[in-house]
């Protein structure tokens, strides 16, 4: 389901103080692949998107427990997910509480099955589509509500 911008605006009156959103989603993004990253920040720069890359999760534990940095959403590849150190289990937690969009080359039905497990609103299998991306502030809304996931 669709969501426009006035009624996301109603449901998150924290918008209301933003004006040129989305064009300033403030996105986490979290790839190992170096080339990847840099092709994907590219793609959410177009779209006006503040993005603050990394390349592991202890870097993106650092970013999410700054207690001056906010970001609307998490864009993680599957494999940062998949993990066992007390970075990945920070980044998890953050996940909780904003919303979460896994990535992978390969969507494979267990990295699937692990973005339902970890509450993702949506796996995007790259390459990753630009209208896609450029639609990723939906999911503030439909995470917002809880009407979304895998």
Not at 9 to 16: D, E, M, S, V, Y
Not at 43 to 70: G, I, R
Not at 121 to 134: A, C, G, I, Q, T
């Amino acid at each position: 389901m669709a969501l426009d911008l006035s009624s996301l605006r109603a449901q998150l009156p924290g918008l209301a103080n933003r004006p040129n959103f989305p064009s300033d989603l403030s996105v986490l993004l979290l790839d190992p692949d170096f080339k990847a990253r840099q092709e994907v920040e590219a793609q959410l720069k177009e779209n006006n998107y503040a993005v603050t890359p990394c390349s592991c999760s202890f870097e993106a534990a650092a970013h999410l427990q700054d207690a001056d940095k906010h970001f609307d959403l998490l864009l993680a590849d599957v494999r940062c997910m998949q993990q066992q150190s007390a970075e990945h289990k920070a980044v998890v937690q953050a996940a909780k509480s904003i919303p979460l969009v896994l990535m992978s080359e390969s969507g494979a039905p267990n990295e699937v099955m692990l973005g339902i497990k970890l509450g993702a609103v949506d796996f995007l299998e790259k390459p990753l589509s630009p209208l896609k991306l450029k639609n990723i502030w939906q999911h503030l809304g439909e995470w917002r509500r809880g009407s979304c996931g895998l």
